[in-house]
């Protein structure tokens, strides 16, 4: 995409360089929808990586497994160089709560968006204390703040880069990396477009004053859906960065 420059940021604190923004995967094979044409889906991918975007993220839940198999295919030969691919599965902790304290982590993927806000309490910052890179997943609300209700569009003089920039754009602290997910070309571009748009300070404090944690009611998933606490996590004083 002309006109845009995708920088590079440190994700954590051990070296790892990403692009500042990522492409989610996901929905290009499960959860919105049946599976999208395959050609389609590793042109876009092709399209992402070309204007800059090279940090991709899948999982083996997602088909299941058939998202891994479509960015193995998308990315084969040299293409795979271009990238940092990251995908996640399940571990077994057994017998390892005195251990897992002495191993590090290099990012944590938590959702993250003006509607959003719970991680800004605890997590956000513990992350922030220990040098653990961040990556937001639904930036834009699972499309309900770039294709819901047109609120923020309309307070904010119909700009919609200006909604976009709020979880897509530059950042304060380059330890955040959105992963805005998409199976359109048109909706990529208009997220990369958010990364040349900057706030003003009038911006920001118009949508801290209408996306206020505190305005946000409700849970945010099911029961059955595991949260972000457990009683069992140590205290942040028994942490130390690497």
């Known amino acids: ?57 899948t999982s083996d839940i997602y088909g299941p497994h058939t998202n891994e198999i479509l960015l193995g295919k998308a990315l084969k030969g040299e293409m795979r160089k271009r990238v940092e691919l990251a995908t996640k599965f399940a571990v077994s902790f057994k017998d390892g709560k005195g251990e897992i304290r002495e191993r590090s982590s290099l990012s944590v993927q938590l959702e993250w968006s003006l509607w959003s806000r719970d991680v800004e309490g605890e997590i956000v910052p513990t992350c ?50 959105p992963i805005p997910g998409t199976t359109k070309v048109e909706n990529f571009n208009q ?27 409700g849970d945010r998933y099911g029961p059955n859906v595991p949260t972000y606490k457990d009683s069992d996590t140590p205290p942040l004083s028994s942490w130390k960065a690497v």
Do not use: W
């Open 128 to 177: 922030r204390e220990l040098g653990i890179g961040i990556v937001a997943y639904s930036p834009l609300g699972q499309g309900f703040l770039s294709s819901g209700p047109k609120l923020l569009e309309t307070l904010l003089e119909g700009d919609h880069r200006k909604v976009a920039s709020t979880s897509l754009g530059p950042s304060p602290r380059d330890d955040v990396c």
């Open 1 to 57: 995409m002309a006109g845009v420059a995708v920088k590079r940021i440190k994700l954590g604190s051990q070296g790892l360089e990403v692009s500042a923004q990522g492409l989610g995967c996901m929905n290009m094979s499960a959860f919105y929808g049946p599976p999208k044409p395959e050609s389609d889906m590793i042109a876009l991918i092709h399209h992402a990586i070309d204007t800059g975007v090279t940090f991709l993220d």
């Open 191 to 217: 997220n990369v477009a958010a990364l040349s748009v900057n706030l003003t300070p009038e911006d920001m404090a118009e949508l801290e004053a209408i996306a206020s944690a505190s305005a946000v009611k």
